[in-house]
Structures are given as C-alpha cells and as structure tokens.
C-alpha cells in the first residue's frame, strides 16, 4: 500500500518517539548545560525526524537518500553526545534513548539500502556533498590544530573538548540551515561582510557575524542561528557568478573561524561552497 505521508514512516514515528526521550532526559541536565548538551542533543535529534520527513517530500529519489543519509549522520552524532553524557551524568538513565536510536539508526540504514542497492562512491565529477566536505574539513582543522599543540594544551579537561565537539556540531547545522536556503535562493549580493538574497519564499534574508554568532535577518526581522557557548570569530562570504548576464547559477563560499566558551585558544577553520539551483537571467 502507498504510503499518503512521511507521518506514515515508522522510522518517522519511531524518531518522533526520541525527540521525546531526548527533550526527557535532557530535562534532567544541569542549567550549565542549556547552550552545550542540552542545545546540541535537542537539535541532533529534530535534524533526524526533520530530514526523513523533508526527504520523503522530495521529488527525486536521490535527494531522498541523500537526506535519509543526513539523518543517518545526526544519528551517529546524538549517539556521541549520549556517550559523553552517560559519562558525565551516570545518575540519569539513558537506557529508552539509546534504544530507540538504536531502532532509528537500523530502520534508516535498511531504508536507505532498499531505494539505493548499490552502494554509493565518491565521484570527482559529481563533487561533495554539503556534510561530506564538513566532515573532511573538520577532520583536516583538528589535524593541522593538533600539530600546532595550542589546541591540545588548551583541551586538557573534558569539559573543554566536549565544548569544542559541541560548539563545531552546532556551526554545522546552522551552515546545512544557510546552505538549503541560499540552495533555492536568488539576488544574491553582499553588503559590509553580510550576504543578502531573496529566499524561495520570496523574503529578503540576510546572513552576517555579529557579536561572535551568526545572525539571520529575514524582512528586517533578526535572530542568532548559533548557540550561546559558540564564538565566531570569522565569518566571510565569497559570490561567483552572480550577474544574471553570465548565464550560470550564483556559486557562494562561506569561511568560518569558531572556537568555544570553555575552550579558550581553540579554533577551527570551516569552508563550503554552495550552488544555488536557481539559473538567474
């Protein structure tokens, strides 16, 4: 039988389920917690409900799995952080949480298998998906800070890593929430360091670093995108191709510089470079 909607998915509801849980046993975390753990294992688990409702709506079957694929990653980074939390909080029992993202993480992979049999490569000429070039950035950052040695005299303790874990997962989401929108977006242009385009839904939105946070702007109306234990010290935006005249889509590079509050002297350089799908002219 077809299935109407995503809200018939039992890996949908089953992740429903979780973001329950999760909301639960975060609910027992200290106040020190809110813009760390609590922050980033509240926004893990919405990504992964949000990108297999949001995939099932694509049309094209390989966006489908390529969002699936996104919500598997969310999965494997709210299991990290329940790690470190059953570590840091033994006195909380996490043990429904990690067994229903255990059931999320099987029903995603077995999915994900049956719409793509074949077992996916990386292909040059189709270049990097927006989470593949995170990840190998990120890993290339930590490698170059560790060979510097400020980053591992500066992490000693533990609360000072899992900052830095928690202060990267959330630039990370905040970039996947800039690059769907800028994705469909058109006009773009920037302005004193600030990007500024118009959205599918035909609002103007603008995107810029302002007090050490990313701050989006949308019909004047603004909030932060990133969490209050993050320090951007770098934000800067690249246009390519944006005159309507040249026949090709606007191409944009975003470079980040971020670092976190209890992990001083830590920085971490991040760089992508988004296409909009929209053929301006």
Known sequence: ???????????????????????????????????GLISQMRRAVISISSNIAEGYKRKNLGEYVQFLSIADASCAELETQLIISKDLYNEIDFSRA???LEEVQKMLISLIRKLNPKPSTLNPKNGFTIVELLVAITLFSVIVAIATGTFVQSLRTQRGVTALIAANSNV?????????????GQGFSLSGGELNFT?????AVAYRLRNESIEKAVNGETG???????RVSKLNFLLA???????????????????????????????TVISSRILEG
């Open 1 to 35: 039988m077809k299935l109407e909607s995503f809200k018939q998915l039992t890996v949908w509801q089953r992740s429903i389920e979780l973001v329950k849980e999760i909301y639960r046993v975060t609910g027992q975390f200290p106040k020190s917690e809110l813009y």
């Open 172 to 184: 990370s989401l905040a970039m996947e929430q800039m690059a769907r929108e800028i994705r469909t």
């Open 224 to 230: 932060v995108i990133t969490a209050a234990n993050v």
């Open 98 to 100: 990690l067994s229903l």
């Open 241 to 271: 191709g944006e005159s309507p005249a040249d026949g090709f889509p606007t191409k944009i590079v975003i470079m980040l510089e971020i670092g976190a509050l209890e992990a001083a002297g830590a920085k971490i350089n991040l760089q």
């Open 199 to 203: 959205n599918a839904r035909g609002q």
